[in-house]
C-alpha cells in the first residue's frame, strides 16, 4: 500500500523538475536574446554590410522594439530574476535611443514668431502622374518653398503650371526642384559626386536674411546596393561646415532613414524635429509607412511645427515644417 501511495509523488517530484529545467532553459534563452537585442541596437553601426544586412538592420532598427515585450513576457514566465533583468536592457536602450525623438513637438515647440518659413517637401514618384496634383495641395498649405523629387520632364511642366503664378521664384535641374515666393538667389546645381545631377543649392531672401537651402533626391538604396547613396550623403555633409548662412535648410528624399548610419554625417551637424503629434512620421510607404526616408534638417532656426501628410498618388508622404526666422 504505501508503495502505490509513493508513486504519485514521484511522478509530481518529476514533472516539478521538467518544469523548472523548461524554465530555466527559457530564461537562458531570454538572456542570450535580450543581450543580442541590445547589443545590435547600440552597435548598430558595428553590424557588417554583408548581403546588404548592415542597411537592412540600421532601416529596421525602431521596430526591434517590438520584440521587447515579447522577452518581458517570457521573462517572468521564467520567474527568473537574472531574465527579468536581462530584458530590461534593451528596454532601457531601446527608449534612450527612440523615446526622446518620438515625443510629441507640440508639448516644447516654440510659439510661432512674427517671421516664419513654411517649407513643404515630397518625392512625388514620376510614374504616379499626380505631381501637378500634389504641388496644388502643398500649395494649399500656406507654405512659403515646396521642394520636390523625382520629377520628369512632364511632371516638371505640370508642376511648373500650378505654381508658377504663385509662386514666382523657382530653380530645378535633374529631378529635383524648387518653388519659392521668396527671391532664390546664387542657385546651383550640386552632382554630390557622382557626374550626374539630383540636388540643388540655394539662398532663399527672407525678409529676415539669407536662408541656405538644399535640395536632395538621393540615389536608390537597396540592400547590397547603395555606395551611390552613400557617396551623395558623405559629400553633401561636407557643405555644411563651408557654408557662409547661420541659417541652413537641407531637404528632400534622402533614402536613409533616422536610424541610418550614412545620415548621421548630416544629423551631426543640422537637427531634424520630433513631430507634432508625436511618433516617429514614417513617410514611406505611403500606404503603410514603416521608415522614413524623407527629411527636414535645419540649422539656426526653430521649429514650431513639423507634419506629414498625402498628397497626390505618390509612395511618399510629404513633409511640412514650420520654423521661425
Not at 28 to 42: D, E, H
Not at 49 to 78: K, Q
Request: contains cysteine; aromatic residues 6%; hydrophobic residues 45%.
Amino acid at each position: 500500500m504505501s508503495a502505490l501511495l509513493e508513486a504519485p509523488r514521484e511522478t509530481r517530484d518529476s514533472s516539478s523538475r521538467r518544469s523548472t529545467r523548461t524554465r530555466s532553459g527559457l530564461a537562458v534563452l531570454v538572456c542570450i536574446a535580450a543581450l543580442g537585442l541590445a547589443a545590435v541596437l547600440g552597435l548598430h553601426v558595428l553590424v557588417p554590410d554583408l548581403l546588404g544586412l548592415g542597411l537592412i538592420v540600421d532601416s529596421a532598427l525602431p521596430w526591434f522594439g517590438l520584440a521587447i515585450p515579447v522577452l518581458l513576457v517570457l521573462a517572468f514566465v521564467t520567474r527568473a530574476k537574472g531574465a527579468v533583468i536581462a530584458a530590461l536592457v534593451p528596454t532601457v536602450v531601446w527608449g534612450v535611443m527612440f523615446v526622446p525623438a518620438i515625443v510629441p513637438l507640440a508639448w516644447s515647440a516654440p510659439a510661432a514668431s512674427g517671421d516664419t518659413l513654411t517649407i513643404a517637401s515630397q518625392n512625388v514618384e514620376a510614374d504616379s502622374g499626380t505631381a501637378a496634383e500634389s504641388a496644388t495641395a502643398l500649395a494649399a498649405s500656406g507654405a512659403q518653398v515646396i521642394a520636390l523629387q523625382e520629377m520628369d520632364a512632364d511632371a516638371r511642366e505640370q508642376v511648373e503650371g500650378v505654381l508658377s503664378d504663385s509662386y514666382p521664384y523657382s530653380y530645378g535641374i535633374g529631378t529635383v526642384g524648387v518653388w519659392s515666393t521668396y527671391p532664390i538667389e546664387n542657385a546651383q546645381a550640386l552632382d554630390l559626386g557622382l557626374g550626374w545631377q539630383r540636388a540643388i543649392a540655394a539662398d532663399l531672401a527672407t525678409p529676415t536674411g539669407l536662408v541656405s537651402i538644399y535640395v536632395i533626391h538621393a540615389a536608390s538604396a537597396r540592400p547590397g546596393d547603395h555606395a551611390d547613396r552613400d557617396t551623395m550623403l558623405a559629400n553633401l555633409a561636407d557643405y555644411i561646415p563651408r557654408d557662409e548662412n547661420d541659417r541652413i535648410l537641407m531637404v528632400g528624399d534622402f533614402n536613409a532613414g533616422s536610424s541610418d548610419r550614412t545620415i548621421a554625417g548630416l544629423t551631426g551637424q543640422l537637427s531634424e524635429a520630433n513631430q507634432t503629434g508625436g511618433g516617429f512620421g514614417f513617410t514611406w510607404p505611403a500606404s503603410s509607412p514603416v521608415t522614413r526616408p524623407d527629411h527636414v534638417l535645419q540649422r539656426g532656426m526653430e521649429v514650431t511645427s513639423n507634419t506629414t501628410l498625402r498628397v497626390g498618388g505618390s509612395d511618399h508622404l510629404a513633409v511640412l515644417t514650420t520654423l521661425n526666422l
